[in-house]
């Protein structure tokens, strides 16, 4: 049952993925272990295909949706104390961008890399992008902006943070096409990504030393 969680995911197969969590449920296979090896080996293998250019974006978006219907059904089934060790991210389009192709892609190669992904959309207000960490008990806020106009959203999603006194429970991320390391140290994020794929990287940086693992 793992193998087909992790072939219906490579074959973007939202169903069978669903019949297949569903089955290992039922089997009584081990929840963390189809996880794993079925849905997150699945979507990882799709990942190095699309860093290899071997599939397009849309395909990497539908393994993206596959592995999502999956995770729905047997994180529940997960005990508490084990979901709350997997890596999170929140991450969404700021207040008053509307764009949405960039932050599409992150998204889904940072779910390529292991990451629950809690997609907020865009023109996200400053206090969603909090509210919705605190909620999922996520690990990392990423913030994009793609116009000049917008960019400032960045700096006030983490003075808000500054000021509520949870700056130091994220690790805040930037990125869009009018950010830049520059930018990214000036507003004192803890990280900035050119590009999707850097930016998943950067996030397992991060992550890994701020666990210090």
Do not use: C
């Amino acid at each position: 049952m793992i193998r087909r969680l992790r072939e219906s995911v490579i074959s973007y197969d939202e169903k069978g993925v669903k019949e297949a969590a569903l089955a290992a449920i039922e089997e009584g296979i081990d929840i963390t272990e189809a996880i794993e090896k079925g849905l997150s080996e699945g979507i990882r293998e799709v990942g190095e295909k699309f860093d290899k250019l071997e599939v397009f974006l849309t395909e990497l978006m539908l393994a993206a949706e596959a592995m999502k219907a999956g995770m729905n059904i047997l994180l529940p089934k997960i005990p508490k104390e084990k979901i709350l060790k997997r890596r999170k991210v929140v991450i969404g389009t700021v207040k008053g961008d509307i764009h949405d192709i960039g932050k599409n892609i992150a998204a889904a190669l940072l779910t390529a890399s292991g990451f629950d992904v809690y997609d907020l959309g865009t023109d996200v207000p400053i206090s969603k992008f909090v509210e919705e960490a605190e909620k999922n008990e996520a690990d990392i806020i990423a913030l994009s902006a793609l116009m000049t106009s917008t960019i400032s959203g960045q700096k006030d999603v983490i003075s808000y943070l500054k000021e509520s006194g949870k700056r130091e429970n994220y690790i805040v991320m930037v990125g869009g096409g009018p950010t830049t390391n520059e930018w990214a140290e000036e507003i004192g994020a803890d990280g900035y990504a050119e590009t999707a794929k850097e930016g998943a990287d950067t996030a397992l940086r991060l992550l890994k030393a701020k666990r210090g693992k």
